[in-house]
T-cell receptor
Framework: DAKTTQPPSMDCAEGRAANLPCNHS???????VYWYRQIHSQGPQYIIH???NNETNEMASLIITEDRKSSTLILPHATLRDTAVYYC?????????????FGTGTRLQVTL | DTAVSQTPKYLVTQMGNDKSIKCEQN?????MYWYKQDSKKFLKIMFS???????INETVPNRFSPKSPDKAHLNLHINSLELGDSAVYFC??????????FGQGTRLTVV
């Protein structure tokens, strides 16, 4: 699986958009970009994923650059409850051995 | 309704004991996983089962033995517990090759 690089921490004011970057310069053509988050000692929570096109759901938007070497997760109106560690993972279902490999993530702190 | 549920939530036990953690999912998924999160917060996969068949077995001491009685259950049995086994253990499930849903974790403390 390709490796990802994320800033260790970020701050965001409540109500503002939180833009979390992720570099995945060695991503291969059939690897997806997945985002998960972990809110203080809870289980990781799936947020969104994409391959080439930008994606949006009720939680967030995912912007993937044209060369697919980086992406940005956007939380449009961050709230205090969005304070968490956010993990960017590039992943492919490799048949019989399919697993998510978590890195160190970005700790997002949303403040008043 | 909890999608992926683990029991117990907390487990404190002495070194040398044998303990089990149970996991159940009601999502109809065919793949289940065990992850370990250590004190430094690194999340690492331990095992994965697809349709009750072991498909991923990372470098884990053989004191750890997963058992999948059916597709909805994946239990983790640990023999001869050691201090270093203290961690949070997460169960997860997915349709094969799709996003995984995680349980709330079992915090194991070995004293």
């Amino acid at each position: 699986d390709a490796k990802t690089t994320q800033p260790p921490s970020m701050d965001c004011a409540e109500g503002r958009a939180a833009n979390l970057p992720c570099n995945h310069s060695t991503i291969s053509g059939n690897e997806y970009v997945y985002w998960y988050r972990q809110i203080h000692s809870q289980g990781p929570q799936y947020i969104i994923h994409g391959l080439k096109n930008n994606e949006t759901n009720e939680m967030a938007s995912l912007i993937i650059t044209e060369d697919r070497k980086s992406s940005t997760l956007i939380l449009p109106h961050a709230t205090l409850r969005d304070t968490a560690v956010y993990y960017c993972i590039v992943w492919i279902n490799t048949g019989t051995a399919s697993k998510l490999t978590f890195g160190t993530g970005t700790r997002l702190q949303v403040t008043l | 309704d909890t999608a992926v549920s683990q029991t117990p939530k907390y487990l404190v036990t002495q070194m040398g004991n044998d303990k089990s953690i149970k996991c159940e999912q009601n999502l109809g998924h065919d793949t289940m996983y065990w992850y370990k999160q250590d004190s430094k917060k690194f999340l690492k996969i331990m095992f994965s089962y697809n349709n009750k068949e072991l498909i991923i077995n990372e470098t884990v001491p053989n004191r750890f033995s997963p058992k999948s009685p059916d597709k909805a259950h994946l239990n983790l049995h640990i023999n001869s517990l050691e201090l270093g086994d203290s961690a949070v253990y997460f169960c997860a499930s997915s349709h094969f090759g799709q996003e995984a849903f995680f349980g709330q974790g079992t915090r194991l403390t070995v004293v």
